[in-house]
């Protein structure tokens, strides 16, 4: 079955009882039994199990060629659980351009309790190798990364990875399912924000975590039960609904992501731009190789610095919305910097104070770029 056909129909058969084509939302808290332990289905309490979330972990496992899916409210609460694999004290080799959520849960969270954590470049070969020469716990990558759209390449990573005696986990929220596939190339688990992609209409919070490792997933399981990070049944039908058209999105998020990067490399007021999908980008040929698309994420810097920025988000931002997150349908622009990864502040690795990120959406290529053309003439007046 392809990827198009499953996003649609794994894990979502017609409802036995009615032939809704649609999985229903199951809203309860509880369910009856038949007896003293004699559960309908494995059906005892919502926050263990809900067949609407059931339907989505199906879903998602098959979309990431996983054997086993576990589903939770959010993508921090996804990252969390796949914290509590490894022992206190256990190391974690992590990319050094990290979510700044990831990064504050790292550093603020987990690093007080006595977890160890290296940030490296593991997009480099030579330094991913020499990060990883002693025994680890576990290994964290993004790729492409957020916001400097770095590319790792997973198979290489992963064996590292396993030689020094750690999962590999990837966190492939900017290339969704449908451009980027870890566990094929190696990696031990997938995790994703599907509030972005896979949800892909900004109407909906959940993260999921993805592996073919039954020992692991049973222990998520446990996890995702124990601490009760759980998306509701509401939640998991709207990110189903999304993921349905994921595929024909992806498609229409990277053809518009080429035509602005076209655009902004030849632009004036631009500085430097970082899109994988670029040839002289460093991680152009790993993308080619494990990405069917470069995807839907720009980085850029502006000349003038931080008042060039500044200059080109304060005043009319048209169709693009200035906001968080990505992976809308929507087209969004922000400032990594004062924003999404200002936590990132005094970490040693924070992200160039002229850096834009564009999340493109679907809307007509020529409508955003005249509105980015007007951001634009705004930083450029701003640099002088």
Excluded at 135 to 158: C, G, H, Y
Excluded at 253 to 260: K, L, Y
Excluded at 371 to 379: E, Q
Aim: charged share 20%; hydrophobic share 45%; glycine share 12%.
């Amino acid at each position: 079955m392809e990827f198009e056909t499953k996003a649609i129909h794994a894990g979502q058969e017609p409802d036995p009882l009615t032939g809704s084509v649609n999985v229903p939302i199951y809203q309860t808290s509880t369910y009856a039994q038949d007896g003293v332990g004699a559960m309908r289905g494995g059906h005892d309490y919502a926050r263990t199990v809900n067949p609407t979330r059931t339907a989505l972990e199906a879903c998602l496992a098959a979309l990431d060629e996983a054997d086993h899916g576990v589903a939770f409210s959010s993508g921090m609460g996804a990252i969390s659980a796949i914290m509590e694999l490894i022992p206190a004290g256990g190391r974690t080799v992590a990319i050094n351009d990290v979510y700044g959520g990831t990064y504050r849960l790292f550093s603020k969270i987990l690093q007080p309790k006595g977890y160890t954590f290296e940030y490296a470049d593991l997009a480099e070969p030579a330094v991913a190798a020499a990060a990883l020469a002693q025994p680890t716990d576990l290994v964290w990558i993004e790729t492409p990364s957020n916001p400097l759209l770095k590319v790792v390449d997973i198979r290489e990573v992963a064996k590292l990875a396993h030689a020094a005696g750690a999962m590999l986990v990837v966190d492939s929220t900017f290339a969704s399912p449908y451009l980027q596939q870890p566990l094929v190339l190696g990696a031990d688990l997938v995790v994703h924000s599907t509030t972005k992609y896979i949800g892909g209409h900004s109407d909906v919070v959940g993260g999921f975590v993805g592996t073919r490792n039954a020992a692991v997933a049973e222990r998520l399981h446990f996890v995702q039960n124990g601490v009760g990070a759980v998306p509701g049944p509401v939640d998991c039908f709207l990110t189903l609904r999304g993921v349905k058209t994921l595929a024909v999105r992806m498609e229409r998020h990277c053809a518009n992501a080429r035509q602005i990067v076209e655009h902004l490399v030849t632009h004036p007021a631009v500085r430097e731009v970082f899109y994988p999908g670029l040839p002289n980008h460093p991680g152009y040929e790993a993308a080619a190789r494990q990405m069917a698309d470069f995807g839907g994420m720009i980085s850029f810097r502006v000349h003038g610095g931080r008042a060039g920025a500044d200059a080109a988000l304060t005043g009319p931002t048209g169709i693009w919305t200035l906001g968080e997150s990505l992976g809308g349908v929507e087209s969004l622009i922000e400032h990594p910097g004062a924003m999404t990864h200002a936590s990132l502040e005094g970490s040693g690795f924070e992200v160039p104070e002229d850096l834009i990120r564009l999340s493109v959406g679907i809307e007509h290529a020529g409508d955003l770029l005249a509105d980015l053309d007007g951001m634009l003439d705004r930083a450029a007046r701003a640099a002088g």
